[in-house]
């Protein structure tokens, strides 16, 4: 009995516990422009998210934005490297299994969003041409190394004391 309920308890710290809904903020939905290199905010409704302070990567969002497709991949840089996490069942706006393949045969295109947000970690923003878009956490390439314990190579901000 004690196993059973030791399991049950843990299925529900990693599945639901640590997870709360995202307050909106306006840096919640920005892409970085091709021109300034900064993240601006876009035009958007029907924000739905979720968040953990426990990992930087358990950022979820699902929404809706009125952009057209040409000029969200004319104005904003393009992410190549993008691999949608998977989400909790729960939060099913977001399918990230869909969502990969879509990126992959070039349905849905990737965006930066805020490179960086947290040392290591990009915000990266998926649109469909419908104007459907999914936003999640990734771990970038200066991340890959420095979170392996590894030097920054020179292309890369430095990285933080904790994590050097």
């Not at 998210?49 to 009125?66: H, N, Q, V, Y």
């Not at 977001?94 to 990737?110: I, R």
């Not at 915000?123 to 041409?129: F, G, L, Q």
């Not at 990734?138 to 890959?144: M, S, V």
């Amino acid at each position: 009995m004690s196993a059973i309920a030791a399991g049950i308890a843990l299925y529900y710290l990693q599945v639901y516990a640590y997870y709360e809904e995202v307050t909106l903020q306006v840096e919640d939905v920005q892409m970085t422009s091709l021109f300034t290199g900064e993240p601006e905010p876009i035009l958007f409704e029907n924000f739905n998210a979720i968040d953990s302070d426990s990992s930087p990567l358990r950022f979820r969002a699902c929404f809706d934005t009125s952009l057209s497709f040409g000029f969200l991949t004319e104005t904003y840089e393009i992410y190549d490297a993008a691999e949608p996490l998977n989400a909790p069942g729960w939060f099913d706006c977001f399918q990230a299994g869909e969502l990969g393949n879509d990126l992959s045969s070039g349905v849905a295109v990737a965006f930066m969003g805020i490179e960086n947000i947290q040392y290591g970690i990009d915000r990266v923003i998926a649109v469909y041409p419908d104007g459907r878009a999914f936003a999640w956490h990734q771990i970038n390439e200066c991340g890959e190394v420095v979170f392996d314990g590894n030097r920054a190579p020179e292309h890369c901000p430095p990285a933080p004391e904790r994590l050097q």
